[in-house]
């Protein structure tokens, strides 16, 4: 089945600009789309946006001009890059596949599997 | 400030049944599907409920959800002390165009 892996610096700082990676197993990223979900440590989750197959991406507007997410196919792997990073930035941020869609009953969406989650903190 | 709300926290009793609710508006909701996720302590979300009210294989039909006009439900019976965890609702908002989460909900058995 497909599991999932982020990996990046614990330790970002200030101003500066946050990559994550993450490590796609037991299937192709070219086959669905992709998220990153943040949560600040006690507090609840925050999506930040998504990936398709085709590369386009779809933002959080709270983070749009911050972020940056793509596909690389040749690893298997999907990329978020956060830009001038603040303090309030640190957070568990996990990355799931996302099912999307339309039909007569709404959009659909959900998320399987996530990763464990990789936590950063932003700091000088 | 999440647009969809959940209480902080119920519990009940071993074997016992909670109900979750999740509240939202016409924009999210009330016209696009429900999905809910179980955080474990100290673990990542799960996905519990996918499109209002269907279990993905390998969750127990303990688990169950509805949708009536702009609330879902999230029901767990016959509670377990595995189950000790926080619930998020999610779903897509038209109108923002963006994915909410819940405010999340704390389960005590």
């Known amino acids: 089945q497909v599991q999932l892996q982020e990996s990046g610096p614990g330790l970002v700082k200030p101003s500066e600009t946050l990559s994550l990676t993450c490590a796609v197993s037991?299937?192709?990223?070219?086959?669905?789309?992709w998220s990153w979900i943040r949560q600040p440590a006690g507090k609840g989750l925050e999506w930040i946006g998504r990936v398709y197959t085709s590369g386009s991406t779809n933002y959080n507007p709270s983070l749009k001009s911050r972020v940056t997410m793509s596909l690389d196919t040749s690893k298997n792997q999907i990329s978020l890059k956060v830009s001038s990073v603040i303090a309030a930035d640190t957070a568990v941020y996990y990355c799931?596949?996302?099912?999307?869609?339309?039909?007569?009953?709404?959009?659909?969406?959900?998320?399987?599997?996530w990763g464990q989650g990789t936590l950063v903190t932003v700091s000088s | 400030q999440s647009v969809l709300t959940q209480p902080p926290s119920v519990s009940a009793a071993p074997g016992q049944k909670v109900t979750i609710s999740c509240s939202g508006s016409?924009?999210?909701?009330?016209?696009?599907?429900v999905s809910w996720y179980q955080q474990l302590p100290g673990k990542a979300p799960k996905l519990l409920i996918y499109d209002n009210n269907r279990r993905p294989s390998g969750i127990p039909d303990r688990f169950s959800g509805s949708k009536s006009g702009t609330s879902a439900t999230l029901g767990i019976t016959g509670l377990q002390t595995g189950d000790e965890a926080d619930y998020y609702c999610?779903?897509?908002?038209?109108?923002?165009?963006?994915?909410?989460f819940g405010t999340g909900t704390k389960v005590t058995v």
């Open positions: 016409s924009s999210n909701i009330g016209n696009n599907y």
């Open positions: 037991g299937g192709s990223i070219s086959s669905y789309s």
């Open positions: 799931a596949r996302h099912i999307t869609g339309y039909n007569r009953g709404g959009f659909y969406n959900w998320f399987d599997p």
């Open positions: 999610g779903t897509w908002d038209s109108s923002l165009s963006v994915y909410v």
